[in-house]
């Protein structure tokens, strides 16, 4: 399979505790992204990494999370002190810089529910 | 701030007739336009996409217009089919090789193709 896979698939975890999200992207993609997904909405951009360097965090990105891509292979996400406000789809998604019609392929996420 | 709206959150059609789904954005720096499927428990995958020096793009059973004037586009499927069943994101992003495919999403229109 030479998709974007993301581990683990679901995630349950108590208020305040840490949990962190890994990403593979396709292999040969250079840009590496974050999204995030809650119900009944579209998927909002959190971050995004060309190579090993994180280019752009929004706003959404509070201090709490931090996103890694130590190698520009593999990605993390962390979110720390989890609150119940953290609950969401968490997407990654991989492309190829450079070309004209940029395409983002996405995994299957991450759902996190914080209780 | 909604920049990219999808106005119907859910769309029945009979197998075999068109299907059309509708996106409006407000952004007037949006230039590339790209729907993506989303089936449950998955990412995004992506169909179609158009850039604003186009006014329509087609694929096998999928066309894509764009209104840039009425900042509107629709994806039009001919003829559906029960595989069709999902849910259609609408996303726009600037068209930069510089800078990375932050795609602004829309929420989502739930597309069902009875027999």
């Known amino acids: 399979d030479t998709g974007v896979s993301q581990d683990p698939r679901h995630k349950i975890t108590k208020r305040g505790q840490n949990v962190t999200f890994r990403c593979d992207p396709i292999?040969?993609?250079?840009?590496l992204y974050w999204y995030r997904q809650t119900l009944g909405q579209g998927p909002e951009f959190l971050t995004y990494?060309?190579?090993?360097?994180?280019?752009?965090k929004s706003r959404l990105l509070s201090d709490r999370f931090s996103a890694e891509r130590p190698k520009g292979s593999f990605s993390t996400l962390e979110i720390q002190r989890t609150e119940q406000g953290d609950s969401a789809m968490y997407l990654c998604?991989?492309?190829?810089?450079?070309?004209?019609?940029?395409?983002?392929?996405f995994g299957s996420g991450t759902q996190l529910s914080v209780l | 701030d909604q920049q990219v709206k999808q106005n119907s959150p859910s769309l029945s059609v009979q197998e075999g007739r068109i299907s059309i789904l509708n996106c409006d954005y407000t952004n007037s720096m949006f230039d590339y336009f790209l729907w993506y499927k989303k089936y449950p428990a998955e990412g995004p995958t992506f169909l179609i996409s158009?850039?604003?020096?186009?006014d329509k793009n087609e694929d096998g059973r999928f066309t894509v217009f764009l209104n840039k004037s009425a900042k509107h586009l629709s994806l039009h499927i001919v003829p559906s089919q029960p595989g069709d069943s999902a849910v259609y994101f609408c996303a726009a992003s600037t068209l930069n090789t510089g800078t990375a495919s932050k795609l602004t999403f829309g929420t989502g229109t739930r597309l069902q193709v009875t027999l």
């Open positions: 990494f060309q190579n090993e360097a994180q280019l752009e």
């Open positions: 998604a991989s492309s190829l810089a450079g070309r004209a019609n940029e395409k983002l392929f």
């Open positions: 158009i850039s604003s020096i186009k």
């Open positions: 292999s040969e993609h250079n840009r």
